[in-house]
């Protein structure tokens, strides 16, 4: 037996505003775990650079999720 299960748009909206935050924050700590064990310092600044793009994406993302009431 197959079920078709359709969600609504806002269930799909906080749906995929959860999952991009959530790969965000694992983007995040990659970069910041890289840029830490990285011994030229020119990579360390690129991926400690990468981070912070990634930390201001996090922030975006949970300012949209405030506003639309995404919990």
């Not at 011994?39 to 405030?66: P, Y």
Request: no cysteine.
């Amino acid at each position: 037996m197959s079920y078709k299960l359709k969600l609504s748009q806002g269930d799909l909206l906080s749906n995929a505003l959860k999952e991009a935050l959530l790969r965000e924050a694992q983007r995040r700590a990659r970069y910041l775990h890289i840029s830490k064990n990285f011994r030229d310092r020119r990579l360390k600044h690129l991926f400690g650079e990468f981070a912070g793009i990634s930390a201001e994406r996090l922030k975006q993302l949970n300012n949209l999720m405030k506003q639309l009431n995404i919990k």
